[in-house]
């Protein structure tokens, strides 16, 4: 079974300049996240997709970071402009419960990010 | 405000010994709680998962308790290995909707 894609693995870019990351989840999965994972930190959830609506997105800084998944199965990341403090590792999960019962979390091996 | 708390000091042990995490955490009423691996430049990847009406769960030679009174989880490796270092991650879940927030994570190593 293949795993969460995530590209691009690596990406470096100057402050104020744009970057999208995309994720493809496991077949079948109705529910993806987008995390963001600072150096020496926990994952912070940013926001959470049940196919192709939104679940929670109250922590995603929406002045600056977008996200959408459109026909519930693909999904991009948007940073638009980025800033210092956004640099991190950026982390697609996909899970195949959602709404009501637990589930374990698949991880892709997420999206490195440096603002210069 | 909901906290996670997790020993952010690395523990070190010697091969062969039992590891011992702790994850404590404040304002929470988890239904239950999820442990997951995660190594350097990798995703995490899920270990286990313990309700909040089961007081213990065991998987091989990991073992977690959960005890809703003291708010906390303890995570048990017996017989360590060095393949077992890195950073493990506690995420306790107060709702239905399987939105995980992560504590910070405790950098574990195994030392032959």
């Known amino acids: 079974e293949a795993g969460v894609a995530q590209s691009p693995r690596y990406k470096i870019i100057e402050k104020r300049q744009s970057v999208a990351f995309w994720c493809n989840p496991i077949?079948?999965?109705?529910?993806l996240y987008w995390y963001q994972q600072i150096l020496g930190q926990g994952p912070k959830l940013l926001i959470q997709?049940?196919?192709?609506?939104?679940?929670?997105d109250s922590q995603l800084p929406k002045d600056r970071f977008s996200a959408e998944r459109l026909k519930g199965v693909d999904s991009t990341l948007k940073i638009q402009p980025a800033k210092l403090e956004d640099s991190a590792v950026y982390l697609c999960?996909?899970?195949?419960?959602?709404?009501?019962?637990?589930?374990?979390?698949?991880f892709g091996e997420g999206s490195r990010l440096t603002v210069l | 405000s909901q906290k996670i708390e997790q020993n952010s000091e690395a523990l070190n042990i010697q091969e062969g010994k039992t590891a011992t995490l702790t994850c404590n955490y404040t304002?929470?009423?988890?239904?239950?709680l999820q442990w997951y691996r995660q190594d350097p430049g990798r995703g995490p990847v899920f270990l286990l998962l313990i309700r909040e009406n089961e007081k213990e769960k065991r998987k091989e030679r990991l073992k977690v308790t959960f005890d809703t009174t003291l708010k906390q989880s303890l995570f048990h490796i017996t017989a360590s290995q060095p393949a077992d270092s890195a950073t493990y991650l506690c995420a306790p879940n107060n709702n239905a909707g399987n939105m995980l927030t992560f504590g910070g994570g405790t950098r574990l190593m195994v030392k032959p």
């Open positions: 999960a996909s899970s195949m419960t959602g709404g009501g019962s637990p589930g374990e979390l698949f």
């Open positions: 304002n929470y009423s988890p239904a239950y």
């Open positions: 077949s079948g999965h109705a529910t």
């Open positions: 997709f049940q196919n192709n609506g939104v679940v929670d």
